[in-house]
């Protein structure tokens, strides 16, 4: 499988592509409204900061109890399922005079659902496709991601501005409700991928094995941490600019647009195997000029540019592919992306609680330091234990297979499916 069309011409593959989209513009259009009316009501960069991105913190909750369900659940009826809990979710916190604990408490709740939503959806892909194809199919999947979290901050900070936040809450689950209609009617029925009942201890026993591996844990921290960081500083967006936030997060999601184009499709393999650690320095030098407050052209300028970085996730992503059992992927993606959410919800929160005591500029530039101080630590680590950072190593310990598919994903997910 060489080309777009021949993607486009397996069966199952555009119903689940359009449902993703659907999904990824909801998630921005209601993440923004949601960030708007929770900073109205209360003033606080700390909770607006949580409404966006602290609902992933229930992902550690699903990730230590739910994560073995994501091979052992029906993909088609799980997917349309957790579609339509965010869509009766995010209408629930648009209902005026809800309290704000009322709207933690929901947002936790759909944080919780969320955690099996990328295991399902990114093993569900591998299905429809041969395995020549997912790379490819992976990165259309990812353009389209940072082509619909532009267009959605756009149409989000326009009726935000325009009209209300909770009217944009109303669009955001309309868009959920479509996708689930689109998954029910665009897929197929499947059994799911393993067999045995979902349980806690055997997610325990999973997460432990995946964990034990000195450089798959090394490749973990790395999609989780340094990233996570600068999600942090991109809740304090509405609180930095209230007007203007809109524009700092479609800026952000074109330079995340830009980063993983150039390195999933433009760059040799050998090169692009050299550019983890610069890409991730990339992501976080940019904020440090946020401590000088600058005009919002600069700040979106370097927000784009920041962004940029988020490439290094598809390095990452494709070393931790190479050093996983195939059996074993579906359960590693999954990890992975409830410790990238839950680590972004930890930042937002840290984020917020800085901006409370300084201001929402002067906690970028300290989320930005740590973020340079925890990849210049990861990387030397790892090369002091011998760990190669090339996406095509084979280490002979546990865990090493060989022929194991790449998944690039993009390295900022919003907390919603």
């Known amino acids: 499988m060489r080309s777009y069309s021949d993607l486009f011409r397996t069966p199952e ?5 359009l449902t993703s989209a659907l999904q990824g513009a909801a998630s921005t259009v209601g993440g923004l409204a949601l960030g708007t009316l929770v900073y109205r009501a209360t003033d606080s960069p700390l909770l607006s900061a949580l409404s966006m991105f602290g609902p992933s913190l229930a992902q550690v909750l699903g ?6 369900a994501a091979d ?3 993909p088609r009826a799980t997917t349309t399922g957790i579609a339509l809990a965010f869509a009766f979710g995010t209408a629930a916190v648009a209902l005026p005079g809800l309290p704000v604990a009322a709207i933690f408490g929901i947002l936790f709740a759909l944080g919780l659902v969320a955690s099996l939503s990328g295991g399902v959806r990114w093993g569900l892909l591998n299905e429809i496709l041969p395995r020549d194809g ?13 082509i619909t ?5 756009a149409a989000g900070g326009f009726l935000v501005a325009a009209v209300s936040p909770r009217v944009g809450l109303l669009t955001a689950a309309a868009l959920y409700l479509a996708a689930a209609a689109g998954t029910r009617l665009g897929l197929t029925r499947r059994a799911p991928r393993a067999s045995g009942r979902p349980s806690v201890a055997r997610t325990w026993r999973t997460n432990a094995l995946l964990w034990s591996y000195g450089p798959r844990r090394t490749v973990f921290l790395l999609l989780w941490i340094p990233n996570g960081l600068i999600v942090g500083c991109e809740s304090l967006f509405v609180s930095y600019a209230p007007e203007h ?42 904020y440090l000029l946020f401590a000088l407050h600058p005009g919002i052209a600069v700040s979106a ?5 920041a962004s940029v970085g988020f490439g290094s996730s ?10 996983t059992p195939e059996e074993l992927g579906g359960h590693a993606l999954g990890l992975h992306s409830a410790g990238m959410l839950t680590l972004q919800g930890v930042s937002a929160a840290l984020a917020g609680s800085v901006a409370q005591l300084t201001s929402p500029g002067a906690a970028m530039t300290v989320m930005a330091t740590a973020s340079i101080a925890v990849t210049a630590a990861l990387t030397l680590s790892g090369r002091g234990r011998g760990e190669g950072m090339g996406p095509g190593t084979r280490s002979g310990g546990r865990g090493s297979v060989a022929g194991t598919t790449p998944e690039p994903t993009s390295g900022r997910a919003k907390p919603l499916p």
């Not at 593959?13 to 592509?17: D, G, S, Y």
């Not at 990730?63 to 073995?68: H, K, N, P």
């Not at 300028?301 to 540019?305: G, P, R």
């Open 245 to 286: 936030a809109g524009v700092l997060f479609a800026s952000a999601a074109f330079g995340m647009l830009v980063g993983d184009v150039t390195t999933g499709r433009l760059l040799a393999p050998r090169v692009r195997a050299r550019l983890g650690a610069p890409f991730l320095l990339l992501l976080a030098t940019p």
């Open 149 to 153: 979290q532009v267009t959605g901050y």
């Open 63 to 68: 990730a230590t109890t739910l994560l073995s």
């Open 301 to 305: 300028a370097c927000a784009a540019v």
């Open 314 to 323: 598809l390095i990452q992503q494709e070393r931790l592919m190479a050093l």
């Open 13 to 17: 593959f555009t119903p689940l592509f």
């Open 72 to 74: 052992r659940l029906p």
């Open 134 to 146: 997912y790379l490819l199919g992976r990165s259309v999947f990812n353009m389209m991601s940072g």
